[in-house]
Nanobody, 125 residues
Framework: QVQLVESGGGLVQAGGSLRLSCAASGRTASRHQMAWFRQAPGKEREFQAAITWNGESVTYADSVKGRFTVSSDAAKKTVYLQMNSLKPEDTALYYC??????????????????WGQGTQVTVSS
């Protein structure tokens, strides 16, 4: 598996910004595709964005398109999620995930073989 460590979460006011980071390690990390998910209290974990290490393939959930930007740095083995115009409904535990190339939907949680511990994002009114 790939080891993943998220960071960058915190408390921000509505309309503010945060940048999350996910550091990947392991000898097979470069073979995986990366994604961000979030899970709010009482809700299912939901897909936010996905990216390949070369940054050429990017996918966003409709709920964050235009506000969030995912990027990757293959040399640093790190992926990022730049979150702008944050809303209270963005409050959740944000997870980084990795999977080997697959035809499974990016939203299918079980298709991911590695998960980080999560980083909390709280957006106040």
């Amino acid at each position: 598996q790939v080891q993943l460590v998220e960071s960058g979460g915190g408390l921000v006011q509505a309309g503010g910004s945060l940048r999350l980071s996910c550091a990947a390690s392991g000898r097979t990390a470069s073979r995986h595709q990366m994604a961000w998910f979030r899970q709010a209290p009482g809700k299912e974990r939901e897909f936010q964005a996905a990216i390949t290490w070369n940054g050429e393939s990017v996918t966003y959930a409709d709920s964050v398109k235009g506000r969030f930007t995912v990027s990757s740095d293959a040399a640093k083995k790190t992926v990022y999620l730049q979150m702008n115009s944050l809303k209270p409904e963005d409050t959740a535990l944000y997870y980084c995930a990795a999977r080997l190339p697959s035809n499974a939907p990016l939203t299918w949680l079980k298709s991911y073989s590695s998960w980080g511990q999560g980083t909390q994002v709280t957006v106040s009114s």
